[in-house]
């Protein structure tokens, strides 16, 4: 069963294999013997690898081990833990947060905890997986919209059954095209037909918004969505999610969260790396203008040499190919050139919409944009794409 089902993979050029990356994620690693350029990381801060940060986990794993040994309901709440669910609250602005191992644990945790089976789910066609596994998981009646179609979003709210319980979801920013959701105008039809929101902006933590705060504060609304999910294994440069709200909300996820209660604690390491993060953010606010700065050169040069890009927003630069096959080609060609950016396919695109999915930091420096421009330039040639 398994060998067939790999060779049909294999067959569709969809079959994946791991890679491994024998250095820290910075804007160059080292992959296969060669120092390449790195164009797929979502560490947008550089902060994965900032001595701060670094030192910081280091320290915490000398005074509190490298494991929790616990869930956090048991004995594993560790000072680590409270202080980054207290810096985070202060970050976003609110009264409390709670921190999960992953972002993914606390997408399929917290749906369910919101919504039941007596409710309705309406969420982005280009939602993340784990929000999408996250409204299955909930009971609840599921239905899509148009991605940021606002007209079929209404359509799918006036005609639910009235007063049913309704939970609009959706992600800030789009982690494989780089758009951003329309906010203001899903906060407008949330309250015009009296439904909640669910927003996953672990693409846009630390990156959007005056402060970086985030897709809520970029489009400011804060005061209109009292809850969100953010990540601290992006721009925050650790590992594992969050959600941010009222102290009831962050209590009642306390007693609701299925993952919450049964998985362990994240590692003291991580919880301070995120910590000391979160203190970076705010001093060093050049990273920020950086980074986009950064997106800009590249963007602007991708767009010159004729390369067909997505709607992106953000530092997530897709260049869409369509077929699985073309899509593996450039990335190869591209790593025989220096640049590291693999092939996006289905099924986590849909079907004709392969890409190359680039991400830029605020660590790249004009010289490494230059390089792999210079790259994608012969090898869209080569393959005649552009």
């Known amino acids: 069963m398994f060998k067939e089902y790999l060779q049909k993979l294999q067959d569709q050029h969809l079959l994946r294999r791991l890679r491994t990356i024998a250095s820290s994620t910075g804007p160059t690693v080292r992959l296969d013997g060669h120092t390449v350029i790195l164009l797929s990381s979502n560490n947008y801060l550089g902060l994965a690898t900032h001595p701060a940060v670094v030192e910081a986990a280091v320290e915490a794993t000398r005074q509190y081990g490298a494991g929790s040994g616990a869930s956090r309901l048991v004995c ?103 758009d951003i959701a329309p906010m203001r105008d899903i906060a407008l039809l949330a309250e015009r037909y009296g439904a909640a929101v669910y927003v996953d902006d672990a693409h846009g933590t630390g990156i959007l918004g005056e402060t970086g705060r985030g897709t809520l504060e970029h489009c400011d609304v804060e005061t209109r969505i009292p809850y969100h999910m953010g990540t601290l294994s992006k721009a925050i440069g650790s590992s594992g999610g969050y959600l941010a709200g009222s102290a009831e909300f962050v209590a009642y996820l306390v007693n ?56 992106s927003e953000s530092p997530i630069l897709p260049v869409i190919v369509g077929d699985p096959d073309r899509a593996m080609n450039l990335a190869h060609t591209l790593l025989s050139l220096g640049v590291y950016a693999p092939a996006i396919r289905p099924p986590t695109v849909p079907a004709s919409t392969s890409r190359i999915r680039f991400t830029i930091t605020a660590d790249h420096t004009d010289e490494h944009i230059d390089q792999a421009l210079t790259a994608l330039a012969q090898a869209g040639r080569t393959l005649n794409m552009i």
């Not at 789910?121 to 299955?136: E, F, N, T, V, Y």
């Not at 362990?264 to 953010?281: E, F, G, M, Y």
Request: hydrophobic share 40%; charged share 20%.
């Open 76 to 178: 594993g709440t560790l000072t680590p833990h409270e202080e980054l669910e207290t810096a985070l609250a202060r970050f976003n602005d609110t009264e409390a947060t709670l921190t999960f191992a992953a972002g993914y644990l606390a997408n399929i945790s917290a749906v369910p905890a919101l919504i039941g089976k007596d409710g309705l789910i309406l969420a982005d066609r280009l939602c993340h997986a784990s929000l999408i596994d996250g409204c299955r998981l909930s009971g609840a009646t599921f239905r899509v919209y148009h991605h940021r179609d606002m007209n079929h979003l209404e359509q799918l709210l006036t005609r639910r059954t009235s007063n049913k319980p309704t939970l609009i979801v959706t992600d800030g920013v789009f982690s494989m095209d780089g």
């Open 256 to 311: 609701t969260c299925r993952a919450f209660t049964y998985t362990t604690a994240p590692t003291p390491a991580a919880a301070a790396a995120a910590t000391a993060a979160l203190r970076v953010i705010r001093q060093e606010p050049e990273r920020r203008a950086r980074l986009w700065r950064n997106r800009h050169r590249l963007a602007q040069g991708l767009s010159g040499l004729g390369f067909r890009l997505a709607a």
